[in-house]
């Protein structure tokens, strides 16, 4: 079992930065994909980025250049740090997990743990 916390949300300007943080509790298989998702009202949550056991990552078009995403091994923590933010940015953002390997698709059909999700709003 994983459990997922989210931290990092807030308010920002347009063109601004924010990082969200995600804590992962400890598990026992060796190997697993890590995630972001976003959710828009009234949307299906869309894949932002993954990164895998072996710091492969992998991002959507719409952030790429934008966003990164990271893990700290010794915290047990994912990271996503997000520059250059837009208004369409605006979302509530969840990290996730799934045991295995990543998907080349970012789509949260392949992950079965989730944080409980912190709201980012860009303003113009």
């Known amino acids: 079992q994983l459990e997922l916390v989210e931290s990092g949300g807030g308010s920002v300007q347009a063109g601004g930065s924010l990082r969200l943080s995600c804590v992962v509790s400890r598990h026992t298989t060796n190997r697993y994909c890590l995630a972001w998702f976003r959710q828009f009202p009234g949307k299906e949550r869309e894949g932002v980025a993954t990164i895998d056991t072996d710091d492969r990552v992998n991002y959507a078009d719409s952030v790429k250049g934008r966003f990164t995403i990271s893990g700290d091994n010794a915290k047990n923590t994912l990271y996503l740090q997000m520059n250059s933010l837009k208004p369409e940015d605006t979302a509530k953002y969840y990290c996730?997990?799934?045991?295995?390997?990543?998907?080349?698709?970012?789509?949260?059909?392949?992950?079965?743990?989730w944080g409980q999700g912190t709201q980012v709003t860009v303003s113009s």
């Open positions: 996730a997990a799934s045991l295995g390997a990543c998907w080349p698709l970012i789509s949260p059909q392949y992950f079965g743990y």
